[in-house]
């Protein structure tokens, strides 16, 4: 990726993730039952670790690949005659499509659930959630987002302004804070907004196995996946199996191969 894509890559994640650290300790809404430090710590080790063994590694054919099918003019957008604009507005809505889709297999299909509930073993909800991914999911994930980018074919920028919006929004949806309801109510007519998502992560499967938007909520409204968060569920997050060992590393990296929650 060129220096200039990974500098906003790098500056978007890093204003994130400190805005809403910030944030979160100033307004919080639920109470941290686990020393906070030790969730930071452990989350930032993970995600650095994703960073240096997958996504780094990644990149380098995926771009060759966008390089590659711009080059050659392959791909709906070419073929659609998009400009540059409508290209990045026509990516991040489509992509934040397939997102839901994939977020939606994550739960349904066994063999993805066995890395997904790595996510989802986090007793917590915080902004550090969004960095807990088991590296085999991002794998899946690249894999399957490959196919898409040869469907679509975005422009380099157009994938690049995606995949910032996608860890923005991820950074914000977890994080723990909880709007006034005019906000909250306002902000959900597009957006996933904290609350919603906490209802994604209930041990409660009413909205556990619902709620699955990324980054605009209609997704979920559209496919009949739209559940309204319950406070009384939201008191209990998690699985119901695995609750000491979520922020243990052996296990979180064997948990997919073990079944131990
Ligand atoms: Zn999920």
Known sequence: MPIDMTTFRLTTFLTGIIGLLTAETVWPA???????????????????????????????PLVALLNYMNTHQIGLSHILKLSPAVNIIAT???????????????????????????????THVDTTTSLRFHPGELAFSFLFKAVWIVLWSP????????????TLAAQFHHTNIDFP?????????????????????TVNQRT??????????FWDKLFTTYRI??????????LPKGRNIYLKITQTLTAPFRNIY
């Open 181 to 201: 309801d005019p906000i909250e109510n306002g902000l959900r007519k597009v957006f996933v907004t904290p609350r919603y998502h906490t209802a994604h992560h």
């Open 229 to 238: 968060p319950d406070f009384e569920e939201m008191k209990y997050l998690g």
């Open 92 to 122: 991040v809505i489509l992509f934040d499509m397939f997102d839901y889709w994939w977020h939606r297999f994550n739960h349904r299909i066994p063999i993805l659930w066995q890395f997904h509930k790595v996510h989802h073993v986090d």
């Open 30 to 60: 639920r109470a941290w039952k686990t020393l906070r430090s030790k969730r930071i710590i452990f989350h930032a080790c993970l995600s650095t670790f994703n960073t240096l063994v997958l996504r780094v590694p990644a990149y380098i």
């Open 155 to 166: 422009t380099l920028w157009a994938y690049v302004i995606f995949e910032a919006s996608v």
């Open 208 to 217: 556990g196995n619902n709620n699955f938007a990324t980054i605009f909520i």
